[in-house]
């Protein structure tokens, strides 16, 4: 008859059995569940892999169609292929989805000062109508020519050069150069949130001065050519290249409604009929993978399409498919 000491024995032998089959049990379950995490991150990375191959194809799909359009056609509108794409496209495992702005449909910051770095005094009054036209503070443009111009004098009154932004928690200076990207008005004097919100869709700078395609410009941007221009009575006329894109600047001027306001010739200088720098917007989701790129183009005359710049990132271009949509694909 087994002792106590036995009967301890076995005890102590169960108690480890038990802690040996806990330990293995637990270093299974981690080993198994680091595997699971393993498995989904390398599923992760690679269908973020895949949506930026399809956005990469998306962007080159958008050069060759502004390639073919220069070869169609000599003007540049919402009629054309390239402002035509289609909806959201599914594809294996999610859906893609772009489209294609005319960035010369807005008014050139740049256009503010000419290269030898004087000021473009049409170019200056243009962007103050605008403006005015947004109902904002005229003397922004003040600002912003200085932002943009070689010299260190302020404009009087709304003018700002580094002694006032020095001034600023924090300080900083001012670049004197053309502005890179729409984004530096945030840090222009007087643009507030909400000025900014305002004015930069019908904004933006581009690398050399542009005229604005007539074709694409918002009613209140063509207003802000002249003083006599009013803003409803350009909408109305704007209205016919609905049906019919301008085929040159002066279909638009030769309205009898426009002929009748006496405008100065001069005006028409500031518009075109075609453009050469455009915005293409691509977005992939495959599986929890997401890319999404905004990229300026450069159309050249000879029909090259260059990248000037690329973000890799931005918000929703379009919303995805819906769930039907998938299933009937």
Known sequence: ?????????????????????ALATTAATALISRQALDVQRTGNLVEGDQAWAYVKGGEAWA??????????????????????????IAVPGGFLAGNIEDLQGRFNLNNLVTSDGKTDPQA???LQRLLLELELDAGIAQ???????????????AGAEDDFYAGLSPP??????????????RLVRGVTPEVYDK???HVIALPEPTPININTAPAAVVAAASTRLPADLVAEVLAQRENKPFENVAD??????????????????????DSHYFLVRVEARIGHGRAASNTMLQRLQDGRVRILMRSAEGPPVLQPPAAEDDANA
Do not use: C
């Open 63 to 88: 050069r060759m169609i502004l390639r073919r359009d220069l070869q169609e056609n000599q003007t540049d509108s919402p009629k054309d292929d390239w402002a035509q794409l289609p909806p959201p």
């Open 1 to 21: 008859m087994p002792g106590p000491a036995s009967s301890r024995q076995r005890g102590v032998a169960l108690v480890m059995a038990i802690l040996v089959v």
């Open 172 to 185: 900083y200076r001012t670049p004197n150069r053309p502005m890179a990207d729409v984004s530096e008005l």
């Open 199 to 201: 004015l930069a869709p």
């Open 252 to 273: 638009f001027f030769k309205d009898s409604r426009i002929t009748a306001l006496k405008l100065d010739p001069k005006v028409q200088q500031a518009f075109s009929v």
């Open 143 to 157: 600002a912003i020519a200085d932002w943009i111009d070689p010299d260190v004098e302020a404009r009087a009154p």
């Open 124 to 126: 200056m009054e243009f």
